[in-house]
C-alpha cells in the first residue's frame, strides 16, 4: 500500500532550492503543520492551476515557524526540497485528519546543474548594471542554473516551461535567453535616461 502524505494545495510553484512564506489559519492547515513539525517537517503542495495538467507540484520542509498566536495561527517559512507528481488526491486523510493527503512521486532530476561560463559572465553583468557587485550570489561557488533563474523571479508559467525542458542545454539557453533580456532591458533603459539628461 502507497503512503499517503500530507498536502497543502496553492496556486503556488516553486523549485528546488526557493524559499517562501505562507500565513496558516485555516484550521486544518493549522493542524498539518503541527502533524508535520511532530514528524519529519516536510509536506507537499500540489500546483494548483488549471495549467497544471501533469500533477505537479513541490515537496517542501518547514524551515521555521513564527508569529504564533493565541488562535493557533502561525508563519511558516519553507524551503523547496524536489518536484513532486501527484498520483493520488484526497480531500481528508481521515475524519481526524481533515487536511488534504495523497500518494506522490518525488520528481529528482538534478534540476541545478552548475552554469556555462558565458551564462555566469552575462549575469556577473546583470548584477554590476544593477549595483549587486557585492552581492552573495557573486561570491557563491558553482552556482547552479536554477541559482540564475530565481534570481528574476520568474512566474509560474515559466517555472513550468523550464522543468519541461528535458534537456541541460534546452534549460541553460532558456535561463540564458532571461539574462539577455534584462540585460536588453538596462541597456534600453539607460540609453532612455541619456537622452532624458542631454535634452
Not at 84 to 92: A, G, P, T, Y
Amino acid at each position: 500500500m502507497s503512503k499517503i502524505v500530507p498536502l497543502f494545495p496553492l496556486e503556488l510553484f516553486l523549485l528546488p532550492g526557493e524559499f517562501y512564506q505562507l500565513h496558516i489559519f485555516e484550521p486544518r492547515y493549522k493542524q498539518l503543520v503541527k502533524d508535520v513539525m511532530n514528524n519529519d517537517r516536510e509536506f507537499g503542495i500540489p500546483f494548483f492551476h488549471i495549467t497544471n495538467g501533469r500533477n505537479l507540484g513541490c515537496w517542501v520542509e518547514i524551515i521555521d515557524v513564527y508569529n504564533e498566536n493565541e488562535l493557533g495561527e502561525c508563519d511558516i517559512a519553507i524551503r523547496c526540497k524536489s518536484l513532486m507528481i501527484v498520483k493520488s488526491f484526497l480531500q481528508k486523510i481521515s475524519d481526524e485528519i481533515t487536511y488534504p493527503g495523497g500518494e506522490i512521486n518525488v520528481w529528482n532530476n538534478h534540476w541545478n546543474q552548475p552554469v556555462s561560463e558565458k551564462l555566469l559572465s552575462d549575469f556577473k553583468d546583470y548584477l554590476s548594471n544593477n549595483n549587486m557587485k557585492n552581492s552573495q550570489w557573486i561570491k557563491k561557488k558553482n552556482p547552479g542554473v536554477i541559482d540564475v533563474f530565481t534570481m528574476f523571479n520568474p512566474n509560474a508559467q515559466d517555472k513550468l516551461s523550464f522543468i519541461t525542458l528535458k534537456e541541460v542545454e534546452q534549460r541553460e539557453k532558456f535561463v540564458q535567453s532571461y539574462v539577455r533580456y534584462y540585460l536588453l532591458l538596462d541597456e534600453q533603459e539607460s540609453h532612455q535616461y541619456h537622452n532624458i539628461y542631454l535634452n
